[in-house]
Every structure is written in structure tokens, then in C-alpha cells.
């Protein structure tokens, strides 16, 4: 891995703003996802009695640094408001037994969004779908309260656990004073998705809006 990025993830471990937990804590790994830094596995943390989700940050010759670096965005900003009720749980860092860094995660009992939907939409009210749809927005108002904006919200970046939606997947996300400086207004992720305050530049007239829970 970088130097750089690594003497980050060690700093920020060392000085308690992360917690370490011990890679020997958990068990019964399976595979449940692959993303963009790597696979993502579900495992049993026998200490705290949860079920995580362990993604794993795959470091090898090949690996760009841009992952490096998104990964390491997604750390600082999840662990600022990881605590709302509607974004995925962190709860620290562990190294596997190949050395890789992996990102402790609450794990979402009923997958994506879209599986969620595609598996249960007949039998979904209409309440329970605007229910969605408002706990989404009141994730998203607290990202922007954080001067956050996520800039890669679809359905498979919201997660379902016990039937309630968790924002996920920080890595392209960006603060909102960053943007202004350096963005240059160019827009990431999913286009169809893209979150409306991305396109507060008048170079972008999409208009777009959470009808996606519904139509997707
Ligand atoms: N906390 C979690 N609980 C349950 N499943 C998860 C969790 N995190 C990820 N997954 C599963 O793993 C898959 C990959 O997740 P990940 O967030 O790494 O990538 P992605 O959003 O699909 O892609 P990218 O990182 O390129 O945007 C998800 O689509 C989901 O199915």
C-alpha cells in the first residue's frame, strides 16, 4: 500500500480515532459481495453477539491509488456519521491474515435496496415505501448537516437492515468545502442517480428525485 495512505490508517488506529479489533474475533466468513476496493464478506463477531460485514481493501502491485484513497475517504467520513440511525453502522478497522485492511461494518440483513424491492415489492404498501423513502431523506439530511454529500446514491447503496434503509459506500463521497474547491464540478458515479445538490452547478439542469425507490 501507499506509504502515505498506510501511515495514515496506522496513525489513525495508534491515536484511538479509529478502533482496532482483532481479526481473530470473528468467524464463519462468507463471501456476500464484491465492490470496488474488494470482496465483502458477512461474519459472526463473537464478542458483541453481531453479524458484520468485513470489506476488505485488497492492497496488491496492480491496486490504484485512487481505491486507496476513496477507501480511506470513505473511513473519515462514515466514522462522523455512522451513528444515524439511516448509514450503515462502522465500527472500526481490522487486518486479515493476508494483511489486508478491512472496514468493520454493521451487517444489512436484507441486502440492497434493489434486491429488497425486486424481492418484496408486491407485498410492500405504500406506506411502507414512503416510510422508506423518508428515513433515505433523513439519512441524507444529516450527510448534508455534515457538509457531506454522497455523489453515488442508487439502490445498491442504500441498504436494508431489519427493513430500514442504511446509506452506504462513502468513497466518492466528498465535503461540501472540498468540492467548491477542487471538484471543478465534475460529477461521479451512477448518472441516473446522481443526488440533486451535485447539480447546484446551473452547468447541470438534471432534475432528478427519490421516485428511484419506487420505479427502480
Ligand atoms: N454492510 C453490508 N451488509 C450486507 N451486504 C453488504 C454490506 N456492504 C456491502 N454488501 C454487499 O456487498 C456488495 C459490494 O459492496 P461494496 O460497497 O463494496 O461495493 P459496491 O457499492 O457494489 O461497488 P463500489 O464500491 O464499486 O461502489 C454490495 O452490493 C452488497 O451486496
Known amino acids: 500500500m501507499a506509504n ?3 501511515e495514515w490508517l496506522e496513525k ?4 484511538g480515532y479509529i478502533d482496532y479489533i482483532d481479526y481473530n474475533k ?3 466468513p462468507i463471501v456476500i459481495g464484491i465492490g470496488g476496493f474488494g470482496k465483502v464478506f458477512k461474519y459472526e463477531w463473537g464478542d458483541s453477539g453481531l453479524t458484520v460485514a468485513l470489506k476488505c481493501l485488497k492492497v496488491d502491485t496492480s ?6 484513497k476513496d477507501f480511506i475517504n470513505e473511513l473519515k467520513l462514515l466514522r462522523r456519521v455512522c451513528y444515524h440511525p439511516n448509514v450503515i453502522s462502522f465500527y472500526g478497522l481490522t487486518k486479515d491474515s493476508n494483511g ?3 472496514m468493520v461494518l454493521q451487517y444489512a440483513d436484507n441486502g440492497t435496496l434493489r434486491e429488497y424491492l425486486m424481492a418484496n415489492f ?3 404498501q405504500w406506506t411502507d415505501k414512503l416510510c422508506i423513502a423518508k428515513e433515505i431523506a433523513l439519512g441524507l439530511l444529516f450527510l448534508h448537516d455534515n457538509n457531506i454529500i454522497h455523489r453515488n446514491l442508487h439502490s445498491k447503496n442504500i441498504l436494508i437492515h431489519n427493513r430500514k434503509p442504511k446509506i452506504t459506500d462513502f468513497g466518492l463521497s466528498n465535503q461540501i468545502i472540498e468540492m467548491s474547491i477542487t471538484s471543478n464540478s465534475i460529477i461521479h458515479g451512477m448518472l441516473t442517480y446522481i443526488e440533486p445538490k451535485c447539480f447546484m452547478d446551473p452547468k447541470y439542469k438534471l432534475i432528478i428525485s427519490l421516485t428511484f425507490i419506487v420505479l427502480d
Request: no cysteine; glycine share 0%.
Open 12 to 15: 489513525t488506529i495508534f491515536e
Open 122 to 124: 408486491t407485498k410492500l
Open 63 to 68: 491496486i490504484d491509488e485512487k481505491i486507496i
Open 4 to 6: 502515505v495512505q498506510e
Open 100 to 102: 489486508y485492511y478491512n
Open 26 to 28: 470473528f468467524t464463519d
